[in-house]
């Protein structure tokens, strides 16, 4: 039987099929609902630094004593934890090295955990039964196939002691069912701390001129209104990074979720000239050739003129961004990562401050790429005791994270702990 939630419903688009819309008004930051997590999984990246349970960062955190490689605010996060740790526990310390699953496939084994255990509709599913959730199995092409057919393959070599395993047909749905609905958990900077699956956030649709914004305070996911909404109002959220131009954008969504948007935006493509802004271009310049560069970038990144090269690269190439085209910002933004990683401070403060404009100009109001932005450059100038400078991009990260993730939230509280 559906469940519901106080002030949603459920009800059928056409051309999209199940949609989600609210049945009161929401005001600005209003939050709709709060999601548990189905299932959810720690970035092996983040391990020491972030509970494996409730993903709180803290110092001091406690080792599992079996693997020593799971940690935990006490034992009742580690009690609370131990039926989804134990299928990796073990076979981390028996494989050593040669342990290698993928996030999603130590997602998915969680998942299929957590079904054999759950047998009743969880909090997560009160709209949406997890196994409702769209896969688009049968519009899954060669190359994602083969990589389904890796995951299930790693996920019987590491999980097969503790797991009884569904069909070979059902475990290539769940993961296309995931890879379709999985969420990325990140923290006030937009860095990757995990991944989840939400059945009831999953119902929500896309659009380029989204309702609401989904963000995450520890494993729960939180849906908050970004703009006024009326009785009969869509919730709608989106897929994809919408800093790039609109035949990108579908590109993007045709590849991962197998469908064109065709909100106003992508209509009239109002925004496009500006996204696309071109000083100066003998030759185009396909997006790949940049990313490409990135990517090399990356690989040489001890040596700090990398980038300077990429640069000299483009205009050799005959090709002068202006700052506000997209593809420039995207690699003055792995630029300024760069210089972090490097402990260039100065170097980074430099290719903020360069993104920012552009960002504010690009995105809709109440961005999270925005408010990171705000909030990198006001630590970096704090740290380089540039106070007035620090407090006022401190502030204006607030502005924006106070309507995104609620004024209670503790990323807001930490903003105002360092202001």
């Not at 993928?102 to 054999?116: P, W």
């Not at 993961?175 to 990757?192: P, W």
């Not at 999953?202 to 939180?222: D, Q, R, Y």
């Amino acid at each position: 039987m559906t469940g519901s939630i106080e002030g949603l419903e459920r009800f059928d688009s056409p051309g999209k099929g199940r949609s989600l819309r609210v049945t009161r008004p929401f005001k600005l930051g209003e939050l709709l609902f709060s999601c548990p997590a189905y299932s959810y999984v720690l970035s092996l990246e983040e391990r020491g630094c972030y509970c494996e349970s409730c993903f709180t960062r803290k110092n001091g955190l406690a080792k599992c004593g079996k693997c020593h490689k799971a940690f935990y605010c006490n034992v009742k996060c580690q009690k609370g934890d131990w039926a989804m740790h134990k299928l990796e526990c073990s076979a981390m310390t028996a494989f050593g090295e040669n342990w290698c699953p993928s996030e999603t496939v130590r997602l998915v084994a969680r998942i299929l955990a957590k079904k054999k255990m759950q047998k009743e509709r969880c909090l997560s599913e009160k709209i949406l039964q997890i196994g409702e959730m769209q896969s688009h199995i049968e519009d899954v092409d060669n190359e994602k196939r083969e990589m389904n057919e890796a995951d299930v393959a790693r996920l019987h070599r590491f999980y097969s002691k503790h797991l009884d395993f569904p069909d070979h047909k059902d475990l290539l749905t769940l993961f296309s069912q995931v890879a379709c609905n999985g969420f990325t958990i990140e923290d006030d900077e937009l860095s990757h701390l995990g991944t989840a699956v939400y059945p009831d956030v999953a119902l929500i649709n896309h659009s380029c001129l989204p309702s609401v914004i989904v963000t995450f305070k520890g494993t729960s996911a939180e849906i908050r209104a970004v703009k006024n909404m009326k009785p009969g109002d869509e919730v709608l959220i989106s897929y994809i990074d919408l800093l790039y131009p609109t035949d990108d954008r579908n590109n993007r969504l045709r590849e991962s979720y197998y469908f064109t948007c065709d909100c106003q935006e992508c209509k009239s493509k109002s925004r496009d000239k500006t996204k696309l802004k071109v000083r100066k271009q003998r030759d185009p310049i396909e997006p790949e050739i940049i990313s490409n560069m990135v990517r090399y970038a990356r690989k040489a990144i001890r040596e700090f003129r990398l980038l300077e090269m990429c640069e000299q690269s483009l205009e050799e190439m005959g090709a002068v961004f202006d700052d506000s085209n997209v593809y420039m910002l995207h690699m003055m933004y792995q630029a300024m990562g760069v210089c972090l990683y490097m402990e260039d401070p100065e170097g980074a403060i430099r290719y903020g401050e360069k993104i920012l404009k552009p960002y504010k100009q690009l995105y809709p109001p109440y961005s999270l790429n925005v408010s990171s932005m705000y909030l990198k450059l006001g630590r970096l100038y704090m740290g380089w005791e540039k106070h007035s400078m620090g407090i006022s991009a401190l502030k204006k990260a607030m502005a924006i994270m106070e309507v995104a993730h609620g004024k209670d939230h503790y990323y807001v509280t930490e903003s105002i702990t360092e202001l």
